[in-house]
């Protein structure tokens, strides 16, 4: 089986950013992006979702975190899309209800090859310490603008910001580890009826 490894780089004037992902991995994160909680949430996505990631990031976070968010967001979107491949063989489809005490959220999940967000969450402050909880979504839009996949996330409750934002995260690396396990009654088929994804 070939791996399913990918290495990104993304260099702007905003920003300077190097992604590997690995999507048979085994949870591990190395990750120095100057934007703690971000970590703190990718560190989720890995042990959960089964995948290893290292990213390196430069940002003008003196300004904010927006554009470095965002870029890490379109960088581990184009890993994604180069480690998925044809996607011949993947169950395709993943999703994952995560609680954390009284939070619950939902991801939902199609490698389509359409980029699509439906972003239904809302937090009940504005900041998560430092971290502005608008960049949540910027983080998302460009993740699925550049894997090329539909995406649904669901707050369905919560009170406390820090656990909406970590059962979102742990749904969505527990959604893709169920998208792109291998589905071995199509091991040589495209999971489509176009035959391209």
Known sequence: MADRIATVERNTAETRISVMLNLDGSGRAELNTGVPFLEHMLDQVCRHGMVDLRIEAEG??????????????ITVGQALREAVG?????VRYGHAYVP?????????????????LTWQVEFPRARI?????????????GLVNHAALTLHVDNLRGANAHHVAETVFKAFGRALRAAVARDPAMADVVPSTKGAL
Do not use: C, N, W, Y
């Open 60 to 73: 003008d976070v003196h300004i904010d975190d927006h554009h470095t968010v965002e870029d890490i967001g």
């Open 86 to 90: 044809d996607k011949r063989g993947i």
């Open 100 to 116: 954390l005490d009284e939070a619950l959220s939902r991801v939902v999940m199609d490698f389509s090859g359409r980029p699509g």
């Open 129 to 141: 310490g430092a971290f502005d909880v608008d960049l949540f979504r910027e983080f998302f839009q």
